[in-house]
């Protein structure tokens, strides 16, 4: 079986290792331009392209391919790429580009994209930091046939997983991808024995994963404590909860709920020890247990408060955080 994949991270490059490994025939692999990152801001290879060039296999990095869009001619270079690619399937995992209707209809079964939610649920570009933030208990992954809208194809395969209490973005994201790498082989396997039955998505369920940006990410004390813990879960790696204190940006990592009962301004510092800071917020305490100053390391907090004097009654504030060097 011919494959073309799309994809650009971390995510989408473990799916084309288990198909690589399967004995999937990748005739081409599309994913996003190179993008400056790190602190030089030198131009990278995603992880995808990176697998591509180290397996010879042909690369094409249209920025996008509207044939009538403003990027024309790249996206006639990727549409003869395709073609002659003569591929049967297209899977595509995090692509990052909106693949308009002359692409659905390339190959002969379509494409089949490796969603991180149980559709409807989680719909959009970050359905793992936002399970995380809403407190799910459950997620999983769908394979779905793609059509034009925004992950509303039919559904192919689905299997679930339990989130932890204390998963991060991070440690799902890695159960998540390990998860779809092993079932779209599984439907690319019943498509070439004519064993798969599309299902249509449910009408009610739906919300939406908008994209993250790093604001949200600035921890607002008024909220519940559960909350916040959720959201710095959500964030971790990318972008990190942060707050300012003492002047200084701090970014936090990992966080516990306390439940017991105080009253005083959000934000406010009720405690510090080597356990934990116990801060004020809407509704109850949450106990910070790993911190990172501005250009410093993630620390455990005792750790932390050896290089950043903090004492009871000092107060959290949200505030601007720096560009993110890390992403999921």
């Known amino acids: ?29 599309m994913t996003q331009p190179d993008r400056p990152a790190g602190r030089g801001m030198k131009l ?23 044939l009538d869009g403003k990027f024309p001619d790249e996206a006639q270079a990727a549409q003869a790429a395709m073609q002659d690619a003569r591929a049967d399937a297209m899977v595509v995992a995090a692509y990052g580009l909106i693949l308009p209707q002359w692409v659905l209809d390339l190959p002969r079964w379509g494409c089949l994209n490796i969603h991180a ?16 933030e809403a407190g799910d208990t459950r997620t999983g992954v769908t394979i779905m ?11 192919l395969i689905t299997e679930s997983l339990d989130i932890a209490a204390s998963d991060t973005t991070g ?67 990318f972008p990190g909860a942060g707050s300012v204190c003492a002047g200084e940006v701090v970014k936090l990592w990992a966080a516990q709920v306390d ?42 907090v005792a750790d932390f408060l050896r290089g950043f004097a903090l004492e009871p009654g000092q107060v959290f504030e949200p505030a601007p955080l720096p560009p993110p060097t890390e992403s999921v």
Not at 44 to 66: N, Y
Not at 145 to 155: I, N, P, V, Y
Request: proline share 6%.
């Open 1 to 29: 079986m011919r494959i073309i994949f799309a994809g650009t991270p971390v995510f989408a490059r473990v799916a084309l290792e288990r198909l690589h490994a399967a004995g999937f025939e990748v005739v081409l692999v």
């Open 44 to 66: 990278q290879a995603s992880p995808v392209k990176q697998w591509a060039l180290e397996h010879g296999v042909p690369v094409a990095q249209p920025s996008s391919l509207r």
């Open 117 to 132: 939610s149980l559709l409807p649920r989680w719909r959009g570009a970050a359905p793992i930091h936002r399970a995380i």
């Open 145 to 155: 046939q793609m059509d034009a809208g925004l992950d509303t194809g039919a559904m």
């Open 171 to 237: 440690a799902l994201h890695d159960r998540l991808a390990d998860l779809g790498g092993r079932l779209i082989v599984e439907a690319l396997e019943l498509a070439a024995c004519g064993g798969l039955r599309a299902v249509a998505q449910p009408s009610e369920g739906v919300t939406y994963a908008h994209k993250i940006d790093k604001t949200e990410a600035l921890m607002d004390w008024t909220q519940p404590a559960a909350l916040l813990a959720q959201r710095v879960r959500a964030f971790n790696p």
């Open 259 to 300: 439940d017991a009962a105080a009253t005083g301004q959000p934000g406010r510092v009720l405690g510090v020890g080597p356990e934990g800071i116990r801060v004020q917020t809407g509704r109850g305490v949450l106990v910070l247990t790993e911190l990172q100053r501005a250009g410093g390391k993630r620390l455990p």
